[in-house]
Antibody, heavy 114, light 108 residues
Framework: EVQLVESGGGLVQPGGSLRLSCAAS????????MTWVRQAPGKGLEWVAK????????YYVDSVKGRFTISRDNAKNSLYLQMNSLGAEDTAVYYC???????WGQGTMVTVSS | EIVLTQSPGTLSLSPGERATLSCRAS???????IAWHQQRPGQAPRLLIY???FRATGIPDRFSGSGSGTGFTLTISRVEPEDFAVYYC?????????FGQGTKLEIK
């Protein structure tokens, strides 16, 4: 079964850091680009970042550039999102997705609050 | 950045009726890189349509997509009870990729 499972969410203080992980299974992870999308409580979807198959090309929404880093480990079938300098505006459910969203994980909640 | 505007914001229909959801882009979307996703309450999004008009695996044929350039449409020929959800259009042709604000399909 094709599956994506996110982890690493939680409560973090403003200015803090968090690293999200996404474990992929059921498909050849190294053959696909991957994406992070987030959804603030009660709001719509926001595309966050994308990484190409070999990790050499990365793209970000302006609001996270310089603070978030997307990465992957094809040997471990895993996708990551390192989030630094977190603010209240980063509070959201974070989803990893295969390609541009043909498969989605169940999401992990990140809450930034003191 | 390409801004996607969806209309209507809320669509109230009865089961069996036809649903027409619109997505307008602020500039032309390259190669019809438009997708539609469905999100039921408390669930992750699910891909319905990609490439503007191609149904994703396992999606019933009552769902169809059309359009090109700056105007795109998702049509549900006969709405089923499980179709009441929020629908998002998504452009993945030009970074930063963007989503519309969503159309909520609710039971009338």
């Amino acid at each position: 079964e094709v599956q994506l499972v996110e982890s690493g969410g939680g409560l973090v203080q403003p200015g803090g850091s968090l690293r999200l992980s996404c474990a992929a299974s059921g498909f050849t992870f190294s053959s696909y680009w991957m994406t992070w999308v987030r959804q603030a409580p009660g709001k719509g979807l926001e595309w966050v970042a994308k990484i190409m198959k070999d990790g050499t090309e990365k793209y970000y929404v302006d609001s996270v550039k310089g603070r978030f880093t997307i990465s992957r480990d094809n040997a471990k079938n895993s996708l990551y999102l390192q989030m630094n300098s977190l603010g209240a505006e980063d509070t959201a459910v974070y989803y990893c997705a295969r390609k541009d969203g043909d498969i989605w994980g169940q999401g992990t909640m990140v809450t930034v609050s003191s | 950045e390409i801004v996607l505007t969806q209309s209507p914001g809320t669509l109230s229909l009865s089961p069996g009726e036809r649903a027409t959801l619109s997505c307008r882009a602020s500039q032309s979307v390259s190669s019809s890189h438009i997708a539609w996703h469905q999100q039921r309450p408390g669930q992750a999004p699910r891909l319905l349509i990609y490439g503007a008009s191609f149904r994703a695996t396992g999606i019933p044929d009552r769902f169809s997509g059309s359009g090109s350039g700056t105007g795109f449409t998702l049509t549900i020929s006969r709405v089923e009870p499980e179709d009441f959800a929020v629908y998002y259009c998504h452009q993945y042709g030009s970074s930063p990729y963007t989503f519309g604000q969503g159309t909520k399909l609710e039971i009338k």
